[in-house]
């Protein structure tokens, strides 16, 4: 009886061995599917403003856009406005109880996304952060403009403007303490500074709101009638006096270089109230974004800098085809 | 079978099953897994070109429109006299024309949701358009758009531009695909520019809506390498990405696969005619994603019909080796001694006929074990008979009988002789357990037996033993001769008239040693002759019973070819013939170790030794020996 048993036992062995054959290819092929593809990562890209501006827009477009080449679940969101700090945060700390694979972040702040960025770190969630980084350690990487050089540019196409005369130059920034512009703004700096004959008046922060500036430029013309130039560190902070050398009637004796684009600043560069405009690629630090996630999910290895790198735009190249697309990003009205 | 690892034939059947199931299983699913790759690559591929050609076909519609509205602009009446004399009309008519075509192209534009203007641009500097109050963008320059240079510069023939962003009209940036042609007067002086825009966005919306997997898409490039459509235009641009355009523009319609590892991909590629290729890319990887899906409903389903197969293999291995088991069962109680076994025939032939001869078989171990059971007891009585005969109390009787009468007649010297005889005779006989003895032995018995006789019958009996030396040494089997003599002087000597002799020989044929025994007595008739070995022949007459005995023996030792066989004549005399194999001693092996020792146990337990060597002597002499005659003992001899 007991040989009976240990032949049956056999047979059962034979049995189980088979059945975890099966189970072993299944899981194989299971795993293999999970880290190709349906087990998607989840990544929470926190933009700085969901509402109107275009640059964001085109960001979740880049972000979507890697999300299908890397078939990965993304969400885009963002305070209403950039200034709304508060909210940024609020949304951050939300976003790191969800637990996704991984977040990309463009901070509305150096400092204050701060401890909320340090709790992703301490939850293991990789930190991407895109346009705008956090005085931080915790992310493994940094995708922007590389702003100083950016500032770099648009200070030297100012000085070019002057042709060596020389002048009063202002700076017209948005929010202060953000990193992208005290970036800018040394970049300009680095430039105008070591340009003989250039005066800056000094740095003025629009906050970001177009009226503000315009204002601001209008204040700025009574009070320095012989200004030259003047910076525009962001669209706002550009359009906003553009208008108001247009309806100064100061255009072109007062030159104007900005930054980023717009339906406006497109106007004002044709007009020929704008001389320039540097132009970043919001739709590829969307899509790097999104990828240099999915590469952290993965345990690859990041770089912890990318320069998304910028575009100067004048009247002449605008309408060249690597140039319209950044100038209008979208087909339909 | 000894590549199968497991001593149960069930256990092994199962292997073999499950091995060459699973054999067919992994080659089915291999070809199959082959094939079905294939099949899902070309599937893959002609959906791909499918799709393009799709595209291309949309694309084609949307382009023909244009053409259509360009002609159907040049054939008007109002834009043809125009044409002709725009320059020489008077002002009021040549406004009220320019309305009419304003009209006209107003008219077409409101059927048609994919274009989105329709102009002329006279070289002259008028303008005419679909829209009463367009404005024109102050900053702009008509005449340095690439579409306005490129129409005047093809002479008539239409211009498809690539998709763009159509700056002329005041506050407005449309993505447009541009045709333009110059129009001409019929003497082919040119007067001014035709220009149709298409939205982009119609095309832009059908081209995204593509789906290629998951990340395979479609772009369109034109003949001078601008993307007029690509989802990721902005990552090629900037370099994030490439795209092979130089190998599209260089091959027409058809397809080519990148070499980029994991990246590679399958360029499909659609020449529209009009100077854009459309283009199909999908990622070999998605179709090996497709392939992964296909794996693993194989790897499934394969390991479920080996689960079956497995279980069914189990199930008809059981099933054909129950019969065999059942088989083994029974042997093993014919193992434990259990002979009273019968298993019954199975349905099945083979395992049948198996479980027939194995009751054949286990029926005749039965047989032969009872047979020897027989053969033992047979034995054992023919030695005790054997026995009997060596120590016959009636001879006992009678020689001591003749010791005392000669003892009375002061005979001592033949008293001696008697008495030593008698006792070597009997210390023989008492040398037991070996059943095989020298030749030596039984001759010096006979020899006793034979002294003690000649001295009881005087001059009726002589004796001659000539026995060669050779075959002394040689085994056979205890009182083999004692019989046939005692045989000889009772029925053959003793009823003649006068002396009889008896007349031993021992010689060696071939691997056989033959005795004689022969007498010149009465002999005997052929009746007697054919019963005398009859094992039952003792009750017809008092003749044989030893006889029959010693024959019975011999057969049974050695086998049915030896024994004893009798010839005879009455008047004449008798002589038997006793037949055994030649044993070697050291071939009898047991016999011949044990009979030296016995001889020497003999001995040495102090029993005359001297006696016995004189009876060795007096055995090579007795011929001559000294003879008695008692007629009472004879009688009471034979009324045994």
């Known amino acids: 009886m007991t040989a009976r048993f240990g032949r049956l036992g056999r047979l059962l062995a034979l049995l189980a061995l088979a059945a975890a054959g099966a189970a072993f290819c299944y899981a194989a092929v299971r795993f293999a599917d999970l880290s190709g593809g349906n087990g998607k990562p989840r990544i929470t890209v926190i933009i700085k403003e969901s509402k109107s501006m275009e640059f964001w827009q085109v960001f979740a477009d880049g972000a979507e856009t890697a999300a299908k080449e890397f078939d990965a679940d993304i969400e885009v969101i963002g305070p209403e406005k950039e200034t709304d700090i508060d909210e940024q945060i609020a949304m951050m700390e939300a976003a790191v109880a969800r637990k996704p694979d991984a977040i990309v972040l463009a901070a509305t702040d150096f400092n204050r996304l701060v401890p909320a960025a340090r709790q992703a770190g301490d939850a293991g969630i990789p930190l991407i952060m895109a346009d705008s980084g956090i005085n931080s350690d915790v992310p493994k990487s940094f995708i922007a403009t590389d702003n100083v050089a950016a500032g770099e540019k648009i200070g030297g196409l100012m000085a070019e403007e002057l042709a060596g005369r020389g002048g009063k130059v202002a700076i017209i920034s948005y929010v202060q303490w953000t990193a992208t512009q005290l970036d800018r703004e040394r970049g300009v700096r680095n430039v105008l500074e070591a340009t003989p004959g250039v005066e800056i008046v000094g740095t003025f922060y629009s906050d970001g709101i177009e009226r503000k500036a315009y204002e601001m430029t209008l204040e700025l013309l009574k009070e320095h009638p012989d200004l030259k130039g003047i910076v525009g560190l962001n669209e706002a902070s550009s359009v906003g006096p553009g208008k108001a050398l247009r309806d100064a009637g100061a255009a072109g004796r007062v030159k104007l270089v900005g930054f980023d684009s717009s339906i406006e600043e497109v106007k004002l560069l044709e007009e020929g109230v704008m001389q320039a405009t540097v132009v970043q690629r919001p739709f590829n630090m969307g899509y790097l974004g999104v990828k240099t996630a999915v590469q952290a999910i993965r345990g690859e290895k990041v770089p912890r800098v990318i320069d998304t790198g910028a575009v100067v735009i004048t009247k002449a190249n605008m309408y060249e085809d690597e140039n319209q697309k950044l100038l209008f990003p979208f087909v339909g009205e | ?640």
């Open chain 2, 1 to 640: 079978m000894k590549w199968l690892p497991f001593k149960s034939i069930q256990t092994n059947m199962a292997a073999a099953f499950a091995s060459l199931i699973l054999l067919t299983v992994l080659l089915l699913s291999f070809i199959a897994y082959r094939l079905s790759t294939s099949a899902v690559r070309m599937t893959a591929e002609d959906y791909t070109a499918e799709l393009v050609r799709q595209v291309n076909a949309n694309i084609r519609t949307y382009v023909d429109n244009m053409h259509t509205i360009s002609s159907l602009a040049l054939n008007n009446r109002d834009v043809r006299s125009y044409i002709a004399g725009a320059d020489s009309m008077p002002k009021e008519k040549r406004k009220e024309t320019e309305e009419r075509i304003s009209e006209f192209f107003h008219s077409i534009l409101i059927s048609r949701k994919d274009i989105a203007s329709i102009n002329i641009f006279g070289y002259d500097g008028s303008f005419v358009s679909d829209r009463r109050d367009a404005v024109l963008n102050p900053y702009v320059s008509i005449a340095g758009q690439s579409w306005y240079k490129l129409a005047k510069a093809a002479d008539g023939d239409v211009v498809i531009s690539s998709s763009h962003v159509q700056p002329i009209f005041k506050d407005e940036y449309r993505w447009v695909v541009s045709l333009s042609r110059e129009l001409q007067r019929e003497d082919g002086t040119g007067v001014g520019i035709l220009l149709v825009d298409l939205n982009f966005n119609v095309m832009n919306d059908m081209l995204t809506q593509i789906d290629l997997g998951q990340r395979g898409y479609v772009f369109i490039v034109s003949h001078d390498g601008n993307l007029v459509y690509h989802p990721q235009q902005q990552l090629v641009y900037s370099g994030l990405k490439s795209e092979r355009v130089d190998d599209v523009l260089r091959q027409g319609s058809g397809s080519f696969m990148t070499d980029e590892g994991k990246q590679s991909r399958i360029y499909t590629i659609q020449d529209t005619g009009f100077g854009w290729k459309i283009v199909g890319v999908s990622y070999v990887s998605e179709l090996v994603g497709n392939k992964r899906q296909m794996d693993l409903s194989l790897v499934l389903w394969g390991s479920f019909c080996l689960l079956v197969a497995i279980a069914l293999s189990v199930l008809l291995s059981r099933k054909l080796s129950r019969p065999i088991k059942r088989l083994q069962e029974r042997m093993r109680e014919v193992e434990r001694g259990n002979l009273d076994i019968y298993v019954p025939p199975d349905s099945q032939r083979e395992i049948g006929l198996l479980a027939r001869t194995f009751n054949m078989m286990v029926a005749q171990i039965k047989e032969l074990m009872s047979q020897v059971v027989r053969e033992q007891e047979f034995k054992r009585q023919s030695e005790l008979n054997a026995l009997q005969a060596q120590i016959n109390p009636h001879f006992l009787y009678n020689t001591l009988d003749s010791i005392i009468w000669m003892a009375e007649a002061k005979k001592s010297e033949e008293v001696v002789l008697m008495t030593s005889a008698l006792a070597r005779l009997f210390r023989s006989s008492i040398s037991k357990d070996q059943e095989l003895v020298p030749i030596r032995t039984e001759i010096e018995h006979i020899t006793n037996y034979l002294t003690i006789q000649k001295m009881r019958y005087k001059h009726k009996i002589d004796y001659r033993i000539e026995v060669d030396p050779a075959i002394l040494d040689c085994r056979t089997i205890k009182v083999l001769l004692q019989p046939l003599v005692e045989n000889a002087i009772y029925h053959g000597l003793k009823n003649k008239y006068g002396s009889g002799l008896i007349h031993i020989t021992g010689e060696r044929i071939g691997d056989r040693i033959v005795f004689r025994v022969a007498d010149d007595g009465v002999g005997m008739d052929e009746e007697t002759l054919g019963r005398i070995l009859r094992p039952d022949g003792r009750k017809a007459e008092g003749r044989g019973i030893g006889v029959a005995n010693v024959h019975a023996r011999i057969q049974l030792h050695f086998g049915r070819d030896f024994g004893l066989s009798y010839e005879s004549e009455p008047e004449v005399g008798t002589t038997v013939t006793v037949t055994i194999p030649a044993i070697e001693p050291d071939a009898g092996e047991h016999a011949a170790n044990s009979g030296q020792p016995s001889e020497t146990e003999r001995r040495e337990d102090g029993e005359q030794p001297g006696a016995g060597e004189r009876a060795a002597d007096s055995g090579q002499q007795s011929e001559a020996g000294p003879a008695d005659s008692d007629g009472a003992s004879g009688g009471k001899e034979e009324s045994r």
